[in-house]
């Protein structure tokens, strides 16, 4: 059974830095790609970085230049060290894995940024 358990849940003031993580179990997790994404109130939920099996990291424009996505194979745990934070980084982040060989995707329960003076 694949389970993916987020930590960091955090409320930082405008400016300021939070490193969320993720472990991840029952996955190969050597060669599957990981992912951040996010959900605020009333939108849909978007990408905010991933990462391949080679470390090649990828972002979505909002994050690019703030956020870094890195990942410990192992530890089978990635991480998003997101600096300079904003109002409207303000969301639930959800972690993303996909096996390599697979189409199936898998998703954490989710954990709470606010970004808030």
């Known amino acids: 059974q694949v389970q993916l358990v987020e930590s960091g849940v955090g409320l930082v003031q405008p400016g300021g830095s939070l490193r969320i993580s993720c472990a991840a179990s029952g996955i190969a997790f050597d060669t599957s790609t990981m992912g951040w994404y996010r959900q605020a109130p009333g939108k849909q939920r978007e990408l905010v970085a991933s990462i391949t099996r080679d470390s090649t990291a990828a972002y979505a424009d909002s994050a690019k230049g703030r956020f870094t996505i890195s990942r410990d194979n192992a530890k089978t745990t990635v991480y998003l060290q997101m600096n300079s934070l904003k109002p409207e980084d303000t969301a639930v982040y959800y972690c993303?894995?996909?096996?390599?060989?697979?189409?199936?995707?898998?998703w954490g329960q989710g954990t709470q940024v606010t970004v808030s003076s």
């Open positions: 993303n894995a996909k096996w390599s060989y697979s189409p199936i995707m898998y």
